[in-house]
């Protein structure tokens, strides 16, 4: 499995400050400020795990996490938000998510999150 971690999230403090977290962990970071910049550059055939914030003007996370879908990836997406409902970490299970994690993030949280995915 891949060192590569896409970051979506429209906050650029959030994507600069996961950036240089994952980056003293070894892996390689590229963060994107929408979804469809992200749709944009990065292909299925290219490995990796997607962190994806929820609330973001354009396509949303849920609906990224649809087309991500839909698209026939096996990228491993792991949901990052401030939301605070008790059923956010259910419906991106459900969603096919590994994970959800709610901000601020747990850096050794996030990093072990992210490892499990590279055992698959």
Known sequence: MS????IVDDDES?????????MTYGFNVT?????????DTVTNDQPGCLLLDI???GI??????????????TRPVIFISAEKKDDATA???KVGAVGF?????NGQTLVDL????KKN
């Open 31 to 39: 963060t994107f400020n929408s979804a469809q910049k992200f749709f």
């Open 55 to 57: 609330h973001m003007p």
């Open 101 to 105: 994690l709610q901000k601020p993030v």
């Open 114 to 117: 992210i490892n499990t995915t």
């Open 91 to 93: 419906r991106a299970v």
């Open 60 to 73: 949303d996370g849920w609906e990224t996490q649809k087309k991500v879908l839909a698209s026939g990836s």
């Open 3 to 6: 060192n590569n971690i896409y």
């Open 14 to 22: 959030v994507c600069r400050a996961l950036k240089t977290l994952l």
